[in-house]
Every structure is written in structure tokens, then in C-alpha cells.
């Protein structure tokens, strides 16, 4: 599985990519820095909040496999699934929450590492 950078060519606020997303993961947390791939159908929004790096995976089309989850873990944060915290529920939890979405998505997950501080 080829994992593709997706350029941002202007200053957008990855808010207005996926406002309920953002909204309901981040709050108010301030970001350091954010990159968006793509991997096959599945999107990837890299996100470093200062103290957590945070990977979202939004599939809208089919759920996301263990193995494209292991895949994406390994090649952009460098480190074992036992390093990470993944929630495969995330989708579900939004929707409790009362999240309603402006088009379906089949899949949402959300991975969470923290760095070790030196």
C-alpha cells in the first residue's frame, strides 16, 4: 500500500476539511502542525498537538482493515501498534454524541501516541 502526501496548496483551516471530525477529536487543542495522506481510499490526517501525535484514518467507502491500520502506524509514526492507542469506536462515539455528517463515512479511526520525552 503506497502512502501519498496530499499537497495543501493554500493556508486552509483543517477545520473546514472535516468540521464535526475536528471538532469532536481536538475541541480547543491547539495544533502544532497537521499533513493529510492518502492511503489507496483511505484518507489520513497527521496531527501534532504538542503533547500527542494523532493519526484520524476516514475510509467512505469500505471499513478499515487491521493490516492498513498496522500499515499507516508503521510508516508514519515509526513505531509498533503496542505503541499506540487505537480506537476503532471513534465513529460510533460521535454519532452518541450527536454528530450528524454531511456525507457517510463507512470508516473513522482514530490512533493516538505519545512521544517519549528525553
Known amino acids: 500500500m503506497k502512502i501519498i502526501e496530499t499537497p495543501v496548496n493554500r493556508?486552509?483551516?483543517?477545520?473546514?476539511f472535516?468540521?464535526?471530525?475536528?471538532?469532536?477529536?481536538?475541541?480547543?487543542?491547539?495544533?502544532?502542525?497537521y499533513k493529510l495522506y492518502?492511503?489507496?481510499?483511505?484518507?489520513v490526517i497527521y496531527a501534532d498537538t504538542y503533547d500527542k501525535i494523532r493519526l484520524i484514518l476516514i475510509n467512505d467507502r469500505k471499513k478499515i482493515r487491521k493490516?492498513?491500520?498496522d500499515t499507516i502506524i508503521h510508516r508514519l509514526l515509526k513505531v509498533d501498534r503496542r505503541a499506540v492507542?487505537?480506537?476503532?469506536?471513534?465513529?460510533?462515539?460521535?454519532?452518541e454524541a450527536g454528530?450528524?455528517?454531511?456525507?457517510?463515512?463507512?470508516?473513522?479511526?482514530?490512533v493516538e501516541y505519545t512521544p517519549?520525552?528525553?
Open 85 to 95: 492507542h487505537v480506537d476503532v469506536n471513534i465513529k460510533h462515539k460521535m454519532q
Open 18 to 33: 472535516y468540521p464535526n471530525i475536528t471538532k469532536f477529536i481536538f475541541g480547543k487543542t491547539a495544533l502544532k502542525y
Open 99 to 110: 454528530s450528524t455528517f454531511s456525507k457517510p463515512h463507512k470508516d473513522i479511526i482514530l
Open 38 to 43: 492518502a492511503a489507496d481510499r483511505t484518507q
Open 67 to 69: 493490516e492498513e491500520v
Open 116 to 118: 517519549k520525552k528525553d
Open 11 to 16: 493556508n486552509l483551516n483543517l477545520e473546514n
